[in-house]
């Protein structure tokens, strides 16, 4: 089983900026996809950034190109989320995930396999 802690969420007014951290255990993370996704109340848990294998690929939704970066260091075992220009509408609870298998991005929630606990991320306006 992969264990994975999210830390860095909390309130920020609107145009600040947050980071994220997700840390992963096992000798292996290096062979995992990986992906930040957020769930706003009432509201399905959507794909924000996923990140390749190596870190060379990256996907981001329209609503955060320009806004987000993520990036990992696999020497770490840890995978970030840096969130700039924040939005209301960005708030939310933040989820790390990791999936096992083939190189290729993955973009819905159920093909990933271990999942953080969420951290809440809520920007006043």
């Known amino acids: 089983q992969v264990q994975l802690v999210e830390s860095g969420g909390g309130l920020v007014q609107a145009g600040g900026s947050l980071s994220l951290s997700c840390s992963a255990s096992?000798?292996?993370?290096?062979?995992?996809?990986m992906g930040w996704f957020r769930q706003a109340p009432g509201k399905e848990r959507d794909l924000v950034a996923a990140?390749?294998?190596?870190?060379?690929?990256?996907f981001y939704t329209d609503a955060v190109k320009g806004r987000f970066t993520i990036s990992r260091d696999n020497a770490k075992n840890t995978v970030y989320l840096q969130m700039n220009s924040l939005k209301p509408e960005d708030t939310g609870v933040y989820y790390c995930?990791?999936?096992?298998?083939?190189?290729?991005?993955?973009?819905?929630?159920?093909?990933?396999?271990?999942w953080g606990q969420g951290t809440q991320v809520t920007v006043s306006s």
């Open positions: 995930a990791a999936a096992t298998g083939d190189y290729r991005l993955k973009y819905d929630a159920s093909r990933y396999d271990y």
């Open positions: 096992g000798r292996t993370f290096s062979h995992y996809v």
């Open positions: 990140i390749g294998k190596s870190g060379l690929i990256k």
